[in-house]
Every structure is written in C-alpha cells, then in structure tokens.
C-alpha cells in the first residue's frame, strides 16, 4: 500500500532497476533459451511504458530514460531479427 503511494517519487529509480533487470535477463535467457523473444519482449516493452511514465513527471530525465528504453527495444528486435518492429520501435 505505502510502496503505491508513493511510486512517481521513485520512478526514475524504478526505470533504472527494470532497464538492468531486462538486459540482464535477455542475455541470460539468449545463452539458455530457444524461448529468448517471448521471455524478453515483455520486458523491453515495460520498460519503454515506465520510460513514458517518467517522462510525465520528469520532462528532463524522462526523455533521457524513454530514448534509452526505445533503443534498448530496438536493439532487441534487431536481435531478434524482427527488422520491421525495430524500425518502428519508437512509436
């Protein structure tokens, strides 16, 4: 309960923690699993959502953390090698 009351003050810590938690788990999951694009797809695009929260309440470090996330997305469909979704990645 007090941990959602107070969440958009700890936001940009949040985007921060998620945005290692996913590259951590892409790469941990790319090395293990045939199942890489499912189990990380998820991630990337939460990120991108958190990101564009943040930006909401913080115009300066939200743009910076929302171009992070949308790179992070591309660069995942790049590897996953779904080239279209990697072009549109930021919309």
Do not use: C, K, N, Y
């Amino acid at each position: 309960m007090r941990a959602s009351e107070g969440a958009d003050e700890h936001l940009g810590e949040l985007v921060r923690l998620q945005r290692a938690f996913t590259i951590r788990s892409a790469v941990h999951w790319e090395q293990r699993s045939q199942r890489f694009v499912e189990r990380a797809r998820p991630l990337f695009d939460d990120g991108v959502r958190l990101a564009r929260r943040l930006s909401q309440h913080d115009p300066v470090d939200g743009a910076r953390a929302l171009a992070r996330a949308l790179i992070d997305r591309s660069t995942f469909h790049t590897a996953a090698h779904e080239f279209g979704a990697a072009f549109s990645a930021g919309r």
